[in-house]
């Protein structure tokens, strides 16, 4: 499933509500992000450059990190066609 959009079409990404990534671009790889052990809220939304993580979340997800673990978060389609993290 394709949602017809530009492949490098950049999206901000907020973690527990603050913009950790603003303006990612698709197959980039940035990182890592130092974040203690603990529950995290992530959204992706499309890139606002004047005013990035202001657009509405296309992706949302809860995530638990536990400590001395590596992780990578790697947003893509589900099988339905469904924005998924």
């Known amino acids: ?10 999206v901000d990404v907020k973690v527990n509500g603050e913009v950790a990534l603003p303006g990612f671009e698709f ?9 203690p ?3 995290y809220d992530i959204e992706v939304s499309l890139a606002d450059a004047e005013n ?4 509405p979340a296309v992706i949302t997800a809860s995530v638990e990190l536990a ?9 893509h389609l589900a099988e339905d066609g469904t924005p998924s993290l």
């Open 1 to 10: 499933t394709d949602l017809g959009l530009d492949e490098a079409l950049p």
């Open 52 to 55: 990035p993580g202001s657009n």
């Open 27 to 35: 197959r980039s790889i940035v990182g890592p992000l130092q974040l």
């Open 67 to 75: 400590a001395g673990t590596d992780y990578s978060g790697i947003a």
């Open 37 to 39: 052990a603990g529950l």
